[in-house]
């Protein structure tokens, strides 16, 4: 069992940057991949991010590429996501999830049905 929590939410204007964290708790070296998703008002939830434990990689929607930042703190058992330039459609609900074994298919790493544990969430608002 991985016990993930969400922090860092808040309301910022257009442009501002904000970073959120993600503690993850329990059997944390069952993880293989983790990731960020977001999900706006009346959406589907959708991918922003995720990282390979093993090897380092990390992907990126294309609505963020440049602008958010996926980080990792193995010590801690930790990881963040650094937005910069936030735009209003960035508004959502944020959260983090890990991969356990069965450990998913690359190509599959942008499906939300490939994670097993989740956080509540977060919740960013970006408004002018």
């Known amino acids: 069992q991985?016990?993930?929590?969400?922090?860092?939410?808040?309301?910022v204007q257009p442009g501002d940057s904000l970073r959120l964290s993600c503690a993850a708790s329990g059997r944390t070296s069952d993880i293989y991949h983790m990731a960020w998703f977001r999900q706006a008002p009346g959406k589907e939830r959708e991918f922003v991010t995720a990282?390979?434990?093993?090897?380092?990689?990390?992907?990126?929607?294309?609505?963020?590429?440049?602008?958010?930042?996926f980080?990792?703190?193995?010590?801690?058992?930790?990881?963040?996501?650094?937005?910069?330039?936030?735009?209003?459609?960035?508004?959502?609900?944020?959260?983090?999830?890990?991969?356990?074994?069965?450990r998913a298919i690359l190509s599959s790493l942008r499906q939300s049905s490939s994670y097993d544990a989740w956080g509540q969430g977060t919740q960013v608002t970006v408004s002018s």
């Open 51 to 69: 990282n390979r434990f093993s090897g380092d990689s990390t992907y990126y929607a294309d609505s963020v590429k440049g602008r958010f930042t």
């Open 71 to 102: 980080s990792r703190d193995k010590v801690k058992n930790m990881v963040y996501l650094q937005m910069n330039s936030l735009k209003v459609e960035d508004t959502g609900v944020y959260y983090c999830a890990a991969d356990l074994p069965p």
């Open 2 to 11: 991985v016990q993930l929590v969400e922090s860092g939410g808040g309301i």
